[in-house]
């Protein structure tokens, strides 16, 4: 059984797939796991790798999809960056970008936005 967190979150990685589509690039990959953790979406930009984080907050009681991504969350992105990166010996140009999604009643999307390069690892 799936619960609202997880539906919220599903919700948010499809329209986050879709605007990065839009916008050209090329998705390899959904939920890529080791480890370390999860890459919500691995994509390609042009020639440039993009590891990616959905963040989808409903409402702003808890702040911003941007504000949930603290230090450890920081870090535990660029750990499972580099662990992709590493097993694939991957050698090109590889960024990690964060889509923020904003979803208010209904369930109606009000806001996805991709930030390039949010953190740097």
């Not at 694939?88 to 390039?116: L, N, P, Q, S």
């Amino acid at each position: 059984m799936t619960t609202r967190r997880q539906r919220l979150g599903a919700l948010g990685e499809e329209v986050a797939a879709r605007r990065l589509q839009e916008l050209g690039y090329a998705i390899l990959q959904r939920n890529y796991r080791c480890a370390a953790g999860e890459i919500d979406i691995v994509a390609m930009d042009g020639g440039t790798l993009i590891l990616v984080e959905v963040r989808t907050r409903r409402g702003d009681r808890m702040g911003t999809p941007e504000e949930s991504i603290g230090p450890h969350k920081r870090a535990k992105m660029i750990e499972v960056a580099q662990t992709y990166v590493s097993e694939r010996e991957y050698a090109g140009d590889w960024r990690m970008d964060v889509v923020a999604v904003a979803v208010g009643t209904g369930g109606r999307v009000e806001r996805c936005e991709v930030i390039r390069n949010a953190v740097e690892g």
